[in-house]
Nanobody
Framework: QVQLVESGGGLAQPGGSLRLSCAAS????????MGWYRQAPGKQRELVAT???????NYADAGKGRFTISRDNAKNTVWLQLNSLKPEDTAVYYC????????WGQGTQVTVSS
């Protein structure tokens, strides 16, 4: 069973940075594309970044140039570096496979506010 545990969120000022981590278990992590998703209050969950098993990355427009996704297959971990944060980045951030598994982690809250 897929298990995903996100961490690293918090309160950041506009222009600040955060690094999110996701520890994955229960499946062969290295074989799957991973994604970071986010859900802002009152909005649908959206995909913000993906990384293939081989390390190819893609970003939604909202994160291009500001977010960086990376992974370590030996550690079953994927990260999302958030830079130049904006108030509109406020959301709960989740990691999951692409397409997502039915099991989601608890997410990690990112709040961007002065």
């Amino acid at each position: 069973q897929v298990q995903l545990v996100e961490s690293g969120g918090g309160l950041a000022q506009p222009g600040g940075s955060l690094r999110l981590s996701c520890a994955a278990s229960g499946y062969r992590f290295s074989a799957y594309t991973m994604g970071w998703y986010r859900q802002a209050p009152g909005k649908q969950r959206e995909l913000v970044a993906t990384i293939s098993s081989g390390g190819t990355t893609n970003y939604a427009d909202a994160g291009k140039g500001r977010f960086t996704i990376s992974r370590d297959n030996a550690k079953n971990t994927v990260w999302l570096q958030l830079n130049s944060l904006k108030p509109e980045d406020t959301a709960v951030y989740y990691c999951n496979l692409l397409p997502p598994d039915r099991n989601w982690g608890q997410g990690t809250q990112v709040t961007v506010s002065s």
